[in-house]
């Protein structure tokens, strides 16, 4: 069993940024890769960015958060980080932590939310312009 529990959500003008911190707790071995998701009201959850727990720290992220979004993690702290930078409003949802056996050669598939077993409980992430 592995916990997700996400802080750093708030309120923030376009422009600005917000780091969102997940702390897993829980066997989290090798072949495993945390995850960010976003879900805005009335639309699917998106995939965001994706990173590796494995040596290699493989990293994968949406097209649409490419340049402005980092994933990074501290493996000795069990801690996944999502540096958000340059925001808009169209960025405005919560935004889920998770896990997965998602490693190695299925890292792949990192962007398919099925292949994640276990998610946290979601913050809120609102930008105003």
């Known amino acids: 069993q592995v916990q997700l529990v996400e802080s750093g959500g708030g309120l923030v003008q376009a422009g600005g940024s917000l780091r969102l911190s997940c702390a897993a707790s829980?066997?989290?071995?090798?072949?495993?890769?945390m995850g960010w998701f976003r879900q805005a009201p009335g639309k699917e959850r998106e995939f965001v960015a994706a990173?590796?727990?494995?040596?290699?720290?493989?990293?994968n992220y949406a097209d649409s958060m490419m340049g402005r979004f980092t994933i990074s993690r501290d493996n000795a702290k069990n801690l996944v980080y999502l540096q958000m930078n340059s925001l808009k409003p169209e960025d405005t949802a919560v935004y889920y932590c998770?896990?997965?056996?998602?490693?190695?050669?299925?890292?792949?598939?990192?962007?398919?939310?099925?292949?994640?077993?276990?998610w946290g409980q979601g913050t809120q992430v609102t930008v105003s312009s």
């Open positions: 998770a896990a997965g056996a998602v490693g190695g050669v299925l890292f792949y598939y990192s962007n398919e939310r099925y292949r994640y077993a276990y």
């Open positions: 829980g066997r989290i071995s090798s072949d495993y890769v």
């Open positions: 990173i590796s727990w494995s040596a290699v720290g493989s990293t």
